[in-house]
């Protein structure tokens, strides 16, 4: 257990909805990080912020936003969702914001668009 | 821009037998990180090794070992004496720090099964 949790587990809705993922970092940490795992893309950096503030942006669409709140609790929204934003959704945290830090992830949320 | 190559999609051995997983990388960076995760059936990402570019002495842990060369820019990684449960798929991941905070790039990943 990474001390990273992210809620719900599985979602499943339908194309042009809109969802919430939920993340809640390790104790401490500062930093949290967005990631999609898809078959064909792999593993995509979407977002990082740190102490409520956004650090590094990746490949996110602009149909995704997201943000850290006082207690640290991160969330990802996906809004005009497509068939093909199904894919695995991972937080990780680390305690700094430099890339020097090892993230430690969540379980993830399998997002299912039917 | 920084990359990551696994070029082993798909890894098959028996139980007790070392296995290498290949990890090669390319960056223009002086200063960055190397990372090992792995991702077992259960889908976690299990975080397992950090090295940065200023320290190429290779790592062992247990049945795990990280060989780091900077000539060929590998970062490979051996288990020893494979196991049923080091069955997952194993990603190799770069972040390069000279220049600001960059994110982690992750490689296509290796799958590994360990057959008893």
């Known amino acids: 257990d990474s001390g990273v949790t992210q809620t719900p587990k599985h979602l499943i809705t339908a194309t042009g909805q809109r969802v919430t993922l939920r993340c809640s970092p390790r104790s401490g940490d500062l930093s949290v990080y967005w990631y999609q795992q898809s078959l064909d893309q792999g593993l995509q950096f979407l977002i990082q912020?740190?102490?409520?503030?956004?650090?590094a942006k990746g490949n996110i669409l602009e149909r995704f936003s997201a943000q850290q709140f006082p207690d640290l609790h991160s969330e990802l929204n996906l809004s005009s969702l497509e068939l093909g934003d199904s894919a695995l959704y991972f937080c990780?945290?680390?305690?700094?914001?430099?890339?020097?830090?090892?993230?430690?992830f969540g379980p993830g949320t399998r997002l299912t668009v039917l | 821009a920084q990359k990551v190559t696994q070029a082993q999609t798909e890894i098959s051995v028996v139980e007790k037998e070392d296995v290498t997983l290949d990890c090669v990388y390319e960056t223009r960076d002086t200063t960055y990180y190397l990372f090992w995760y792995k991702q077992p059936p259960s889908g976690e990402l299990v975080f397992l090794i950090r090295r940065n570019s200023f320290d190429e002495q290779n790592e062992i842990s247990g049945r795990y070992s990280w060989n780091f060369q900077k000539s060929t820019s590998s970062f490979n990684f051996t288990i020893t004496a494979s196991q049923v449960v080091d069955s997952a798929v194993y990603f190799c991941a770069l972040s390069e720090g000279g220049s600001g905070n960059t994110p982690l790039v992750f490689g296509k990943g290796t799958r590994l099964s360990v057959i008893a």
């Open positions: 912020y740190y102490n409520g503030e956004e650090r």
């Open positions: 990780a945290s680390s305690p700094g914001g430099g890339s020097y830090n090892e993230q430690f």
